[in-house]
Protein backbone atom coordinates (compact mmCIF):
# COMPACT_ATOMS: atom_id res chain seq x y z
CA UNK A 1 0.00 0.00 0.00
CA UNK A 2 1.39 3.50 -0.59
CA UNK A 3 1.80 5.81 1.50
CA UNK A 4 3.51 9.50 2.06
CA UNK A 5 3.12 12.33 -0.06
CA UNK A 6 3.42 10.60 -3.15
CA UNK A 7 0.85 8.95 -2.77
CA UNK A 8 -1.56 11.53 -2.29
CA UNK A 9 -0.53 13.53 -5.14
CA UNK A 10 -0.92 10.20 -7.49
CA UNK A 11 2.85 9.79 -7.89
CA UNK A 12 2.80 6.56 -6.41
CA UNK A 13 4.57 4.55 -9.41
CA UNK A 14 7.04 7.10 -9.31
CA UNK A 15 8.19 6.63 -5.88
CA UNK A 16 7.56 2.96 -6.22
CA UNK A 17 10.47 3.17 -9.03
CA UNK A 18 13.13 5.40 -6.79
CA UNK A 19 12.70 2.91 -3.23
CA UNK A 20 13.58 0.07 -5.42
CA UNK A 21 16.85 1.87 -7.49
CA UNK A 22 19.19 3.50 -5.84
CA UNK A 23 20.05 6.23 -9.02
CA UNK A 24 16.43 7.52 -9.19
CA UNK A 25 16.53 11.05 -8.99
CA UNK A 26 14.78 12.48 -6.09
CA UNK A 27 11.81 14.36 -7.10
CA UNK A 28 10.29 16.93 -4.09
CA UNK A 29 7.67 18.51 -4.60
CA UNK A 30 5.80 21.47 -3.26
CA UNK A 31 1.70 22.15 -2.76
CA UNK A 32 -0.18 24.55 -1.22
CA UNK A 33 -2.34 23.09 1.63
CA UNK A 34 -6.05 23.42 0.60
CA UNK A 35 -7.31 26.36 2.41
CA UNK A 36 -11.11 25.19 2.67
CA UNK A 37 -13.17 28.63 3.32
CA UNK A 38 -15.88 28.86 5.67
CA UNK A 39 -18.79 30.93 4.70
CA UNK A 40 -20.49 33.62 6.49
CA UNK A 41 -23.70 32.33 7.15
CA UNK A 42 -26.58 34.20 9.76
CA UNK A 43 -29.91 33.19 11.19
CA UNK A 44 -32.41 35.91 11.45
CA UNK A 45 -35.92 36.29 12.32
CA UNK A 46 -37.86 38.00 9.84
CA UNK A 47 -39.36 40.18 12.31
CA UNK A 48 -35.99 41.23 13.56
CA UNK A 49 -35.12 44.86 11.43
CA UNK A 50 -32.53 44.02 8.59
CA UNK A 51 -29.26 45.21 8.77
CA UNK A 52 -26.46 45.93 6.44
CA UNK A 53 -24.37 43.61 7.91
CA UNK A 54 -26.74 40.59 6.62
CA UNK A 55 -25.42 40.73 3.04
CA UNK A 56 -27.46 38.44 1.20
CA UNK A 57 -31.00 37.77 3.39
CA UNK A 58 -32.19 34.59 2.07
CA UNK A 59 -35.68 33.68 3.23
CA UNK A 60 -36.00 29.49 3.81
CA UNK A 61 -39.27 29.02 5.07
CA UNK A 62 -42.40 27.20 3.25
CA UNK A 63 -44.83 29.30 4.25
CA UNK A 64 -44.62 33.15 3.66
CA UNK A 65 -44.43 34.96 7.31
CA UNK A 66 -47.72 35.90 8.05
CA UNK A 67 -47.99 40.02 8.21
CA UNK A 68 -45.22 41.05 6.18
CA UNK A 69 -45.28 42.29 2.21
CA UNK A 70 -42.48 42.00 -0.19
CA UNK A 71 -40.88 44.87 0.63
CA UNK A 72 -41.53 44.72 4.14
CA UNK A 73 -39.62 41.29 4.52
CA UNK A 74 -36.51 43.26 2.68
CA UNK A 75 -35.04 39.67 1.18
CA UNK A 76 -33.10 38.70 -2.07
CA UNK A 77 -34.36 35.49 -2.09
CA UNK A 78 -37.43 33.15 -1.18
CA UNK A 79 -35.88 29.25 -1.27
CA UNK A 80 -38.71 27.85 -0.19
CA UNK A 81 -37.79 24.26 -1.95
CA UNK A 82 -35.37 23.97 1.14
CA UNK A 83 -37.44 24.11 3.93
CA UNK A 84 -38.97 21.08 5.25
CA UNK A 85 -41.60 19.14 4.18
CA UNK A 86 -44.96 20.11 5.29
CA UNK A 87 -44.97 16.69 6.83
CA UNK A 88 -41.55 17.47 8.80
CA UNK A 89 -42.76 20.56 9.93
CA UNK A 90 -45.84 19.43 10.75
CA UNK A 91 -44.53 16.60 13.15
CA UNK A 92 -42.00 18.38 14.93
CA UNK A 93 -44.60 20.87 15.79
CA UNK A 94 -41.46 23.37 17.20
CA UNK A 95 -41.20 21.28 20.38
CA UNK A 96 -37.45 21.50 21.55
CA UNK A 97 -37.67 17.59 22.33
CA UNK A 98 -38.13 16.39 19.28
CA UNK A 99 -35.38 18.88 17.76
CA UNK A 100 -32.38 16.18 17.45
CA UNK A 101 -34.54 13.95 15.31
CA UNK A 102 -35.83 16.69 13.40
CA UNK A 103 -32.57 17.76 12.97
CA UNK A 104 -31.65 14.33 11.59
CA UNK A 105 -34.66 13.88 9.38
CA UNK A 106 -34.52 17.61 7.38
CA UNK A 107 -30.54 16.64 6.82
CA UNK A 108 -31.67 13.96 5.19
CA UNK A 109 -34.36 15.96 3.01
CA UNK A 110 -31.94 18.41 2.63
CA UNK A 111 -29.38 15.42 1.30
CA UNK A 112 -32.13 15.10 -1.87
CA UNK A 113 -31.79 19.20 -2.90
CA UNK A 114 -28.04 19.05 -3.49
CA UNK A 115 -28.54 21.70 -6.80
CA UNK A 116 -30.59 24.13 -4.44
CA UNK A 117 -28.08 23.96 -1.53
CA UNK A 118 -25.23 24.50 -4.18
CA UNK A 119 -26.96 27.96 -5.21
CA UNK A 120 -27.49 28.86 -1.67
CA UNK A 121 -23.32 28.13 -0.98
CA UNK A 122 -22.68 30.40 -4.49
CA UNK A 123 -24.71 32.99 -2.97
CA UNK A 124 -22.69 32.82 0.37
CA UNK A 125 -19.48 32.77 -1.24
CA UNK A 126 -19.69 36.79 -2.23
CA UNK A 127 -20.06 37.77 1.20
CA UNK A 128 -22.42 37.38 4.45
CA UNK A 129 -25.42 35.16 4.42
CA UNK A 130 -28.48 35.44 6.21
CA UNK A 131 -30.63 32.71 6.51
CA UNK A 132 -34.46 34.54 7.07
CA UNK A 133 -36.80 32.35 9.49
CA UNK A 134 -40.58 33.07 10.57
CA UNK A 135 -40.19 30.76 13.90
CA UNK A 136 -40.16 31.85 17.29
CA UNK A 137 -37.66 29.52 19.02
CA UNK A 138 -34.10 31.07 18.18
CA UNK A 139 -32.21 27.61 19.00
CA UNK A 140 -34.95 25.33 17.72
CA UNK A 141 -35.50 26.15 13.77
CA UNK A 142 -34.57 24.85 10.44
CA UNK A 143 -32.88 27.88 9.86
CA UNK A 144 -30.38 26.49 12.64
CA UNK A 145 -30.18 23.41 10.91
CA UNK A 146 -29.52 24.78 7.34
CA UNK A 147 -26.71 26.93 8.79
CA UNK A 148 -24.57 24.17 10.34
CA UNK A 149 -25.28 21.99 7.12
CA UNK A 150 -23.61 25.07 4.88
CA UNK A 151 -21.12 25.56 7.78
CA UNK A 152 -19.74 22.15 6.89
CA UNK A 153 -21.31 20.49 9.40
CA UNK A 154 -21.72 16.67 8.97
CA UNK A 155 -23.51 14.75 6.79
CA UNK A 156 -26.77 13.43 7.18
CA UNK A 157 -26.73 9.82 8.25
CA UNK A 158 -29.87 7.23 8.48
CA UNK A 159 -30.80 5.75 12.05
CA UNK A 160 -33.07 3.35 12.67
CA UNK A 161 -36.02 5.80 13.92
CA UNK A 162 -37.73 6.87 10.80
Known sequence: M????????GLGSVSQR???RADCPVVIVHT???RRRTMSVRVKR???PPSPSDGERVLIDRLWPHGYTREDAQVDAWVRELAPST????????Q?????EFRRRYRLELAAQETKLA????RGRNGAL???YSARDTEHNDAVVLAELLRGGPAPTQSPRS
Request: net charge positive; proline share 5%; with cysteine.
Open 96 to 100: PSRFD
Open 32 to 34: KPE
Open 87 to 94: ELRRWFGH
Open 119 to 122: ALRR
Open 130 to 132: TLV
Open 46 to 48: IYD
Open 18 to 20: CAH
Open 2 to 9: LTGRFAQL
